[in-house]
């Protein structure tokens, strides 16, 4: 069987405490002809994030890096990471420890058994451990809920970092998105091209603001109105 590729981005912006240990767990993990590129793409961090990107890519051969020279957003650095992928497959990979890398194998299996061109690793469906934010959890309910009555898709979890999904289909989306809002543009243009999305459990570990949490409540915000965007126009 012919080996594969899978594309890891990863989109950083002071996350020196948990850069090392991510990265680590990515590496470790191991899929059945599958090869792995990492994307690193700093977003101008203010902290050693970016000279411990550089020693991470002098250690790992499959590590290619990409840095900003202002802080333009996790939207900007991820398409920035999407512009240079070479994979078959893509997922995107969070800077911090909230997500489990081992998830890769099962998110993977439904795109290479032809089930589906994308799949969503859901939070909603799995167990969420950590720091609880009372307004991200019910927030990530409504926006999931808007996205359903929008685009008629029966998603749990549409802000969910995981997507893992063919390299054809991220292609083919003409995102525009610098911030936050990336997510909610990134379903809405996939449903609307027609491409099939399922979900599979996944468990997580919130962290809090002081941990290193970026998102607040506006972000919810602005991505409702990316949602009602994107369902009208292009």
């Known amino acids: 069987m012919k080996k594969e590729k899978l594309s890891i981005v990863i989109p950083v912006y002071n996350e020196e405490k948990t850069l090392r240990e991510i990265v680590k767990k990515v590496q470790a993990v191991k899929i059945p002809n599958i090869t792995k590129e990492i994307i690193i793409v700093n977003d101008y961090s203010k902290d050693n994030s970016f000279e411990i990107i550089t ?8 590590i290619k890096y990409y840095n900003h020279k202002e802080n333009k957003g996790k939207g900007a650095a991820l398409r920035t990471g999407f512009s240079h ?3 078959d497959y893509i997922i ?5 420890l909230e997500y489990n890398p081992e ?6 299996i439904p795109i290479r058994n032809g089930e589906a061109d994308v799949v969503y690793g859901s939070r909603m469906l799995g167990k969420i451990g950590g720091f609880q934010i009372t307004s991200h959890y019910y927030g990530n309910l409504f926006l999931s809920l808007v996205t359903r009555v929008l685009y008629g898709n029966k998603i749990t979890d549409m802000e969910t970092c995981y997507k893992m999904m063919k390299r054809e289909v991220i292609k083919s989306l003409k995102l525009r998105a ?18 099939k999305i399922i979900e599979i459990p996944i468990n997580y570990k919130s962290r809090s603001f002081l941990e290193g949490k970026k998102i607040h409540w506006d972000d919810g915000f602005f991505a409702m ?10």
């Not at 890519?57 to 499959?62: E, F, R």
């Not at 998830?103 to 993977?108: A, G, Q, S, V």
């Not at 610098?178 to 491409?195: R, V």
């Open 92 to 96: 995107i990979q969070d800077a911090d």
């Open 55 to 62: 020693k991470l890519a002098k250690k790992y051969k499959n």
């Open 85 to 87: 992928i070479s994979g």
């Open 178 to 195: 610098n911030s936050f809002d990336i997510e909610p543009e990134i379903t809405a243009k996939i449903i609307k091209k027609g491409y």
């Open 103 to 108: 998830d890769f194998k099962r998110l993977l």
């Open 225 to 234: 109105i990316t949602l009602i965007k994107y369902r009208f126009f292009d």
